[in-house]
């Protein structure tokens, strides 16, 4: 469709709603137009649809995708950190919903020195709620010491009723500290605080700031020594990344958070570099080892043999000769396999549309892996980006692709009914949806239960898996049911 086509479908699908409700959309919804129409192909590009509006509030009654702080919180920052406890502090419902909704995978013993597949929650009862929940925290962290002797740390996530009855955690966190001689940290996580899932985030990070951050020594620094930070390990994703890393002759000196250790967290203020993979999850904490430790910091795409290669001369070039000749030879290594990739699903996926809907990064980290394959992103956008993601997000979207925030299950439906994507790549809200619908579709929060998708070692896996979505007979024998 032209860009005009489908400006002139988005107004046709925002009338649905009543006036106010049709202005405030209005505004999170946007189509690319690298040239004012009257400018000509010598014009400069025009950013004019570059401003979209997000974060703010979702309209009550409108079906969003979002999650709240506690989800981010705890199901994003501080959940992966393998060699603690994480408490959900709270009623049952948050605690379960807790309970491995991500593939964060790590390594050691489940229960020994790996709790990240494990559900521990408080279990706020009526009682709890009327007389309070200090003494109940405070028995269940010494149980915890007695029942999991080698954890390193108990980090509090308070669920929206602590916050509501104005339960004093960090006084709580602070006896407990003292009394078992392990860190306790509060983190004051309240699923109704902010807009979604990313003041979470910032909470999270302020939390690690706080309590974490400074608080160990390096025996041994060098110049090679960085942190991998915003990569969750989904599928193995982060162990991929990691690889590629050390390879260039770097020192992964941590990991926040996917396969991560508090131990190692406490060293991160030492590193020479720090490489960010989730910018919106984690920006906040780098932002402050730059000012506070001097640590400068950068973006990385480790998803799809081209952006790997940009990134990996990007992150070589903040070091000396010796790692840049390190990194030449790492792209020389593995094009051959790249190559070969592309040679056997290249032309079966060539072509092709996609429609992206996701959190986090993946809403522009990995148009370059579908453009790899020949795909085109034809819409793409955010469950609880901001401004700066979107300014991120234009340049690499052609002209026409349609850029959304924190789209609507209505919106995003009769987006893809009029667009017809040959691929839907989303969450696990829209999964049946479309695929009732008869739309191929990839869960990308989790990779569909497959991964890794970062780096070499991912690659090879994301493209034969959007092949087996795009190219499955089924889809010639799915008809909707109410088509």
Not at 374 to 380: H, L, N, P, Q
Not at 386 to 395: E, G, V
Request: glycine share 10%; net charge neutral; charged share 25%.
């Amino acid at each position: 469709m032209k860009t005009t086509e489908v400006k002139g479908f988005i107004d046709e699908l925002l009338k649905a709603y009543p006036d106010k409700a049709r202005k405030n959309r209005a505004s999170h919804i946007a189509v690319k137009e690298t040239a004012p129409e009257t400018g000509g192909e010598t014009a400069e590009p025009s950013c004019s649809t570059c401003a979209i509006k997000s974060n703010v509030k979702s309209i009550p009654g409108v079906m969003t995708a979002r999650g709240c702080a506690y989800a981010g919180s705890k199901g994003v920052v501080w959940g992966p950190i393998r060699d603690m406890v994480h408490l959900s502090h709270g009623p049952v419902g948050c605690g379960y919903y807790s309970w491995s909704t991500r593939r964060n995978l790590a390594q050691g013993k489940p229960g020994v020195d790996n709790f990240v597949p494990f559900q521990f929650t408080s279990d706020y009862q009526e009682k709890d709620i009327v007389y309070g929940g200090a003494q109940k925290l405070e028995d269940i962290c010494r149980e915890i010491k007695v029942l999991f002797p080698e954890a390193k740390g108990i980090s509090v996530q308070s669920e929206c009723p602590i916050g509501l009855i104005g339960d004093d955690i960090e006084a709580s966190a602070r006896l407990m500290q003292k009394e078992l001689a392990l860190p306790v940290i509060p983190v004051r996580c309240e699923g109704f605080r902010g807009v979604s899932q990313s003041l979470g985030h910032h909470i999270a990070n302020d939390a690690v700031r706080d309590h974490v951050l400074g608080k160990g020594k390096l025996p041994d620094p060098g110049p090679y020594d960085v942190a991998i930070i915003g990569d969750y390990n989904i599928g193995g994703d982060a162990w991929a990344s990691r690889k590629i890393i050390e390879e260039l002759g770097l020192r992964v000196v941590a990991m926040w958070s996917g396969d991560g250790q508090i131990e190692t967290m406490k060293l991160t203020h030492m590193v020479k570099l720090n490489l960010i993979h989730c910018y919106r999850s984690m920006n906040y904490i780098a932002r402050h080892m730059e000012e506070e430790y001097n640590i400068p910091w950068m973006e990385y795409n480790f998803f799809g043999p081209t952006k790997i290669e940009a990134s990996i001369r990007a992150i070589a070039a903040r070091f000396d000769k010796t790692i840049q000749d390190n990194a030449e030879k790492v792209i020389a290594k593995y094009r051959p396999a790249m190559d070969a990739v592309l040679a056997k699903y290249k032309s079966r996926l060539d072509g092709r549309k996609v429609m992206l809907y996701v959190g986090g990064l993946r809403p522009r980290h990995v148009i370059g892996a579908y453009e790899d394959l020949g795909m085109d992103i034809i819409g793409t956008g955010y469950e609880f980006g901001h401004a700066d993601d979107y300014q991120r997000t234009f340049p690499q979207v052609k002209e026409g692709t349609v850029i959304y925030d924190d789209v609507t299950e209505y919106e995003m439906e009769e987006m893809v009914k009029k667009l017809r994507p040959d691929l839907v790549a989303s969450g696990i809200k829209e999964k049946y949806v479309f695929q009732k619908m008869g739309f191929p579709f990839r869960q990308m929060h989790s990779w569909d239960y497959s991964g890794p998708y970062h780096g070499y070692d991912g690659f090879p896996i994301f493209a034969r898996d959007m092949d087996m979505a795009v190219n499955s007979p089924t889809w010639k024998l799915v008809k909707a049911p109410w088509a």
